[in-house]
């Protein structure tokens, strides 16, 4: 340990705060013990570069260890990205649908334009149909890592009860 330690003195590297729960580690037990043991390091040129950089813990689902989020960008552009679940693919009703969807006439035009159409109606399609059939379910997914959250909160403080154990 000392001469990791002594690399990270001679490369003059730096640890950002994390800004949620301190620690990245637990060891799961009765008599939790918490530690920071994951941690990003950078060096002054990096942070030249991305100073508004921030680190975060994710929710430890199922892991003794925390991820670690790095977000060197501070600013939300717009909505995220749309993307494709894999649960979608497997659903029995996904090939016809799809295969609906894309077949409907797109307009006249140039190809080019008639394709981005295409991609835009199979893509609001999706959304509705996917908020039909498998209901909020980013949203609620949200909701349990942030229930699991507080939890590892209430744990880091205080430590859990059995009860509380048998929820998290």
């Known amino acids: 340990m000392n001469i990791f330690n002594d690399f ?17 580690w637990s060891n799961m037990r009765d008599e939790a013990v918490w530690r920071r043991l994951d941690r990003f390091l ?66 006249p035009g140039w190809e080019g334009f008639k394709f981005m159409n295409k991609l835009r109606w199979v893509k609001s399609n999706l959304k509705v149909w996917s908020k039909d059939v498998f209901g909020e379910v980013l949203k609620e997914k949200k909701s349990v890592e942030m229930e699991i959250k507080e939890l590892d909160n209430i744990d880091e403080r205080e430590g859990l009860n059995a009860e509380l154990k048998r929820e998290r």
Request: with cysteine.
């Open 8 to 24: 990270i003195t001679e490369a003059n590297l730096r640890d950002l705060p994390l800004l949620n729960p301190k620690f990245t």
């Open 42 to 107: 950078f060096s002054s040129e990096w942070e030249d570069c991305f100073p508004n950089a921030r680190q975060s813990t994710l929710s430890r689902v199922t892991s003794d260890h925390c991820p670690i989020e790095l977000n060197t960008n501070s600013l939300k552009w717009g909505p995220g990205p749309f993307r494709v679940e894999n649960m979608w693919l497997k659903h029995p009703s996904f090939k016809q649908n799809f295969r609906e969807w894309w077949e409907t006439d797109s307009g």
